[in-house]
C-alpha cells in the first residue's frame, strides 16, 4: 500500500538557521498539507497546497514558512529563520480529492536549540 | 472558523471492555469527519471516517456516530484489546476554500490488562 514518506525524520539546528523538511506525497495525489504538532498538544494545521500554489495557511505559517514542489514527487517545507518554538514534529498529508482522506507521513521531528 | 472539541482527554478501560470517544464541531458546514489512532512517535494513522450524509458506520470493532443536528461525533471500540492503546484524534474538515483538517486535543486510551 502506498505511503506518504517523509525526511529526515530527525532534524536538528540552531536557531536562525534555515531547515528545508521534506515529503514525498502518494503518487497520485493532488492536494498537499503541512501540519505540526507540538509535543503532547493536537495537530495543527498549517497550509495547503493545490495546482502548484498554496492554497489557505494558517496564521503559523507566516513569512519564515514557504512550500515549494520543486519537481512532480517532492514537497517541501522551509523554515528560513528558526525560532525555538519552531520546534515539533512536522507532518506531511496528502490526499486524491481533497474531499477527504488524508494520509499522514511519518513526520520530521524537528528540533532548535 | 471550526473548532473540534474532544472528550475525554485520558481514557483507561479493562480489556474487553468498550470505551467512547466523543467530539463536538462548531462549524455546520463542515461534512467529513475521520477518526486517527496515534501510537507513541508515529504517524496519525487514519481508522475510520464518517461523511454527513450517514449517521454511523462500523468497522469490526471500531464504530463511529454522526448527530449533525447536534454537531457531534462518537468514536466506539467494543471489545477492547491491549493494542488498542494509543492517542485517539477526532478532526472535522473545514470546505471553506481548500479543504483542511481541524483536529481536536487527543484522547489517550490506555487498555489494562
Known amino acids: 500500500e502506498p505511503e506518504v514518506t517523509q525526511t529526515p525524520s530527525h532534524q536538528v539546528t540552531q536557531m536562525g538557521q534555515e531547515v528545508i523538511l521534506r515529503c514525498v506525497p502518494i503518487s497520485n495525489h493532488l492536494y498537499f498539507y503541512w501540519y505540526r504538532q507540538i509535543l503532547g498538544q493536537k495537530v495543527e494545521f498549517l497550509v495547503s497546497f493545490y495546482n502548484n500554489e498554496i492554497s489557505e495557511k494558517s496564521e503559523i505559517f507566516d513569512d519564515q514558512f514557504s512550500v515549494e514542489r520543486p519537481d512532480g514527487s517532492n514537497f517541501t517545507l522551509k523554515i528560513r529563520s528558526t525560532k525555538l518554538e519552531d520546534s515539533a514534529m512536522y507532518f506531511c498529508?496528502?490526499?486524491?480529492?481533497?474531499?477527504?482522506?488524508?494520509?499522514f507521513g511519518p513526520g520530521t521531528r524537528l528540533t532548535v536549540t | 472558523g471550526e473548532n473540534v472539541e474532544q472528550h475525554p482527554s485520558t481514557l483507561s478501560v479493562q480489556e474487553g471492555d468498550s470505551a467512547v470517544i466523543k467530539c463536538t464541531y462548531s462549524?455546520?458546514?463542515?461534512?467529513?469527519f475521520p477518526w486517527y489512532k496515534q501510537e507513541l512517535g508515529k504517524r496519525p494513522q487514519l481508522i475510520i471516517d464518517?461523511?454527513?450524509?450517514?449517521g454511523e458506520k462500523k468497522d469490526q470493532r471500531i464504530a463511529v456516530t454522526l448527530n449533525k443536528t447536534a454537531k457531534h461525533f462518537s468514536l466506539h471500540i467494543t471489545e477492547t484489546q491491549p493494542e488498542d492503546s494509543a492517542v485517539y484524534f477526532c478532526a472535522a474538515l473545514v470546505i471553506q476554500g481548500a479543504q483542511k483538517l481541524v483536529f481536536g486535543q487527543g484522547t489517550r486510551l490506555t487498555i489494562n490488562p
Open positions: 498529508a496528502s490526499s486524491g480529492h481533497g474531499l477527504g482522506e488524508q494520509y
Open positions: 462549524d455546520s458546514a463542515s461534512n467529513y
Open positions: 464518517i461523511r454527513s450524509n450517514v
